[in-house]
């Protein structure tokens, strides 16, 4: 007689439902990008009840954070080895990062009602161009974490110097427009946000990048970064 059955048989199970968690976060963390990339296509096409049907959708996405929580919660009931409890950890952390960036996108959705009452700014073309590098760095660090990736974890982790340096840039250029008419502060407070939210992605995707690595090597340090927000030395409050 085997007697080996019945432990084998515990670890498969929850081997399985610990990929079929990490397949629901990375669904929960799709849905999450693609409401940012929706809610950057209203900003550009000026449309009102789309907006509003992005803000209220993220309700979908905070759901799912509740429902992914209990899940966790669960598994972690089942007596988990040291590998198991960072797991557990980041079947936490992750989704809560996930349903952040879901309000970023809700709320970009939301300031482009107030933006539409101002005529058609050229800026929103670079706002678009920061949103596609968050997406774009959500997306990697969801497949850092899919397929336990360190080394694109750590690319995620690296490339959000370059989406800071892109907000920055395009916050000293709305700077600049307010400065040259006043007619132009309202609108562009509401992109200035709007960047703001987006640049707050990428550092939720980072997290989600340095919970990868947390997953995978445990407590070993990161390697420092660069890290390029230099909106604090424009003087602007």
């Not at 399985?16 to 096409?45: K, N």
């Not at 759901?63 to 007596?79: K, T």
């Not at 997306?139 to 080394?151: F, K, P, S, T, V």
Request: proline fraction near 5%.
């Amino acid at each position: 007689m085997n007697t080996s059955m019945p432990h084998e048989h515990i670890v498969k199970s929850y081997d399985e439902e610990q990929h079929h968690l990490v397949e629901e976060i990375v669904r929960m963390g799709l849905t999450a990008v693609a409401q940012l990339e929706a809610a950057l296509d209203v900003v550009d096409r000026r449309d009102d009840s789309a907006a509003r049907r992005i803000v209220a959708n993220d309700e979908s996405i905070d759901a799912a954070e509740r429902r992914i929580s209990h899940d966790v919660m669960l598994l972690a009931l089942r007596g988990p080895m040291a590998r198991d409890l960072r797991e557990i950890l980041a079947g936490l952390r992750i989704p809560a990062d996930i349903e952040r960036i879901g309000d970023y996108a809700a709320n970009v959705a939301k300031r482009s009602i107030a933006l539409n009452a101002a005529p058609p700014m050229p800026h929103t073309s670079g706002l678009r161009s920061l949103g596609a590098l968050a997406a774009d760095q959500v997306r990697q660090a969801l497949q850092a974490y899919r397929e336990n990736d360190g080394a694109l974890a750590l690319q995620v982790r690296e490339n959000d110097a370059q989406l800071d340096r892109r907000y920055t840039a395009l916050f000293r250029e709305l700077l600049t427009y307010m400065m040259e008419d006043p007619r132009n502060i309202t609108p562009c407070t509401h992109l200035l946000f709007m960047a703001k939210n987006l640049e707050r992605i990428g550092d939720h995707a980072t997290n989600i990048a340095e919970n990868v690595w947390f997953l995978i090597h445990g407590e070993q340090p990161l390697p420092p970064r660069d890290k390029r927000d230099d909106t604090s030395t424009t003087g602007a409050v």
